[in-house]
């Protein structure tokens, strides 16, 4: 299946024909080879698979023989979904693992090693940030973090000889200072470096970031393509197009004879996927952050309905920073959807079909004034997640960003007043009337609940069962 984000050009496509991305996101883990006529890519929650005899189990060891052999390496459930995701992304692979921060992990162990220097943009995921500072230190990689991520300049000359990934997120959280994908992409392939991005609040519905010069993209899957906040995991995606065999002195681990003295490297047996095939074969199948069947099956629920629910996710995210911006105790709205929002104009550029729903408002009376919405609200759920069918609402500076020095803290911008939202996909009204509530509250009034409470419908009544 061929796929064409355009879903307004399918009508003029002439021979075999360019599907839409709804039609694939439906349709494109489809496999014929179902037991029982089964219509739904069922849950194999087998740890292994049988080998009907002896040089079977020998041929699928060696690679020769492309059945399953043990769910930490692969299984049918989650390999459609990965085909699944692969397409959606516009990518040549992907392989699932068990969250978003195991994603990162693979994908970025799967190119660097002890020595190694990384240059990532400023904001970035609290989690990776940690894991970039304090584990992939210990590991004996450097990670610098650059000022001016749109100032391709700013990328220039902080590359040195060990510079070997670049790295950024397509919608950062919780500021949505969004960053010039296709500008970076060029730097990093100027200096021999793959650029590798985490795209988990945009989605590829919202934007194909290998279509703009990326090489690997991540997902936390827990959030927007799960979509209904049941089920961790996450997955790397590779383009296949970095031309690892021009940089083998670069990426010793890809040049060495893969396994054992003799045989071919990874360059030479998957050329433009060697380092996926590595981060694959070497890395995820070791440290071992398998994802259940049972969760990738739940994924690919999710994903059948991803267009339907990030369209209604950044329309409502829209609409809901727009009444933000009229309130006259919120003093900024940091939705890059927003005209008045600094990267607006790379909000045109790479997500036109909308925004996202994960961003941040402050209230210019700071933390008690937080403290007082965040009580107040009764439609949004006070949670640290995102992506979630349901609309959450969370204080970064005292949750997710408390770990950061206060003077850092400032710097990004994370005043005590901030309060980060993610837009579900309720009737946008009951969530403007949420949020007019909770503001109510604040100016000092006392508005009635929303919600009737007192078990008028809860109880199933025994009779007529
Ligand atoms: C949640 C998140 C992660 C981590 O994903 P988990 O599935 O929670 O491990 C990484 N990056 C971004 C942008 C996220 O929102």
Redesign the pocket.
């Given at each position: 299946m061929t796929l064409n984000l355009d879903e307004t050009a399918t009508e003029t496509v002439a021979g075999p024909r360019t599907l839409g991305f709804t039609t694939v996101q439906v349709h494109g883990a489809d496999t014929t080879d179902l037991g029982y006529g089964a219509r739904i890519n069922p849950v194999y929650l087998s740890a292994g698979f049988v080998f009907e005899d002896f040089d079977q189990a020998r041929d699928r060891f060696a690679g020769d023989d492309p059945g399953y052999v043990y769910s930490r390496i692969n299984n049918p459930t989650n390999a459609a979904v990965e085909r699944l995701v692969a397409e959606l992304e516009g990518g040549a692979a992907a392989t699932l693992v068990g969250?978003?921060?195991?994603a990162?992990t693979v994908a970025v162990l799967g190119i660097v090693q002890a020595g190694d220097h990384v240059l990532s943009a400023p904001s970035i995921?609290e989690?990776?940030r940690a894991l970039f500072r304090h584990n992939l230190a210990r590991f004996g990689v450097e990670v610098e973090f650059v000022d001016e991520p749109n100032d391709p300049e700013d990328w220039r000359r902080r590359v040195r000889p060990n510079t070997r990934l670049f790295y950024g997120?397509v919608i950062p959280?919780p500021k949505n200072d969004l960053i010039d994908l296709a500008a970076i992409a060029q730097v990093a392939h100027e200096h021999g470096s793959p650029f590798v991005v985490?795209a988990?609040?945009a989605t590829p519905y919202l934007v194909r970031p290998v279509d703009h010069g990326v090489d690997v993209v991540v997902h936390?899957t827990?959030?927007f393509l799960a979509g209904h906040g049941n089920a961790?995991?996450?997955v790397v995606i590779d383009a296949g197009r970095f031309d690892w065999a021009a940089h083998t002195d670069r990426y010793p681990h890809l040049a060495a004879p893969a396994s054992g003295p003799g045989t071919p490297s990874f360059v030479e047996k998957f050329g433009g996927l060697a380092a996926f095939a590595y981060s694959r074969g070497a890395v995820a199948s070791r440290l071992g952050p398998s994802l259940s069947p049972f969760n990738a099956f739940l994924l690919q629920q999710g994903l059948e309905t991803l267009s339907l629910r990030v369209q209604r996710h950044s329309d409502n995210a829209l609409t809901v920073a727009r009444w933000l911006e009229q309130q006259p105790e919120v003093s900024s709205v940091d939705y890059a959807g927003l005209e008045s929002h600094p990267q607006h104009d790379l909000a045109v550029r790479y997500l036109p079909r909308g925004a996202g729903s994960v961003f941040a408002f402050t209230l210019a009376d700071g933390l008690d004034a937080a403290r007082t919405v965040i009580d107040a609200v009764e439609i949004f759920t006070r949670m640290t997640h995102?992506g979630d069918v349901r609309s959450l609402i969370l204080h970064p500076p005292t949750t997710t960003h408390s770990k950061l020095p206060a003077a850092e803290r400032e710097r990004a911008g994370i005043h005590p007043g901030l309060i980060r939202l993610s837009v579900g996909i309720e009737d946008v009204d009951d969530l403007l009337a949420d949020l007019d509530r909770a503001f109510r509250v604040l100016r000092g009034e006392r508005p009635p609940s929303l919600l009737a409470r007192g078990g008028t419908a809860a109880t199933t009544p025994a009779e007529g069962l």
């Open positions: 969250s978003g921060q195991a990162v995921y989690g990776t997120e959280n985490d988990t609040l936390s827990s959030k961790i995991g996450g995102v």
